[in-house]
């Protein structure tokens, strides 16, 4: 549910810096807002795994920092008063109109009115098919090596990843082990 929020607050950034922000509307469907909104604890959370279900969250960090990865919640980013502030003024509405075309479509639209008194707008809508899809590989391998910074080291994500990707090629599996050996 906070994924394509994620994504549609990457494609706002570029026209909506975090510090030019007054205010953030968030419109999504009802069941995004009951998994990632409603509960209150959602609007400042005080634990890692209520930031990681929390969609105000999610769309704050990504627009102060550009991206959410486990350095976001390891760190507590959640709790930093840049968060929090932004979090403090963003709404979220339920758009019926959304809530009608899911499940096959899932509309996340972010408008920020910026201090200059303009706004700026980012629409996503994810399919069935989209999901069905997935990431990319190169999606893919970006959210990898952000996921796991500090852990590989040098070439060794790109070594993992290529042994993942002929994993059912391998005659012995074994040899992925080689490359999460740290």
Same mark, same amino acid.
């Given at each position: 549910?906070? *994924?394509?929020?994620?994504?549609?607050? #990457?494609?706002?950034?570029?026209?909506?810096?975090?510090?030019?922000?007054?205010?953030?509307?968030?419109?999504?469907?009802?069941?995004?807002?009951?998994?990632?909104?409603?509960?209150?604890? #959602?609007?400042?959370?005080?634990?890692?795994?209520?930031?990681?279900?929390?969609?105000?969250?999610?769309?704050?960090?990504?627009?102060?920092?550009?991206?959410?990865?486990?350095?976001?919640?390891?760190?507590?980013?959640?709790?930093?008063?840049?968060? #929090?502030?932004?979090?403090? =003024?963003?709404?979220?509405?339920?758009?019926?109109?959304?809530?009608?075309?899911?499940?096959? =479509?899932?509309?996340?639209?972010?408008?920020?009115?910026?201090?200059?008194?303009?706004?700026?707008?980012? *629409?996503?809508?994810?399919?069935?098919?989209?999901?069905?899809?997935?990431?990319?590989?190169?999606? #893919?391998?970006?959210?990898?090596?952000?996921?796991?910074?500090?852990?590989?080291?040098?070439?060794?994500?790109?070594?993992?990843?290529?042994?993942?990707?002929?994993?059912? =090629?391998?005659?012995?599996?074994?040899?992925?082990?080689? *490359?999460? =050996?740290?």
């Amino acid at each position: 549910m906070t *994924h394509s929020s994620i994504d549609t607050a #990457l494609e706002l950034r570029p026209r909506a810096k975090a510090g030019d922000i007054a205010a953030l509307r968030i419109e999504t469907y009802r069941s995004a807002w009951e998994g990632a909104v409603k509960d209150t604890e #959602l609007w400042s959370p005080k634990t890692r795994e209520t930031a990681d279900h929390s969609m105000l969250f999610a769309v704050a960090c990504t627009l102060i920092d550009g991206e959410v990865t486990p350095a976001s919640f390891e760190k507590g980013r959640f709790a930093d008063r840049d968060i #929090l502030d932004l979090i403090g =003024r963003t709404t979220v509405d339920v758009i019926d109109e959304f809530t009608a075309a899911t499940p096959g =479509r899932r509309n996340c639209r972010i408008t920020a009115t910026l201090n200059s008194g303009g706004s700026a707008v980012a *629409h996503r809508v994810v399919t069935l098919a989209d999901i069905e899809r997935g990431m990319s590989d190169q999606e #893919l391998a970006r959210k990898f090596e952000a996921c796991t910074a500090g852990v590989f080291v040098g070439e060794s994500a790109h070594a993992f990843l290529d042994a993942a990707a002929s994993l059912e =090629r391998m005659a012995d599996v074994g040899r992925i082990v080689d *490359h999460i =050996r740290l």
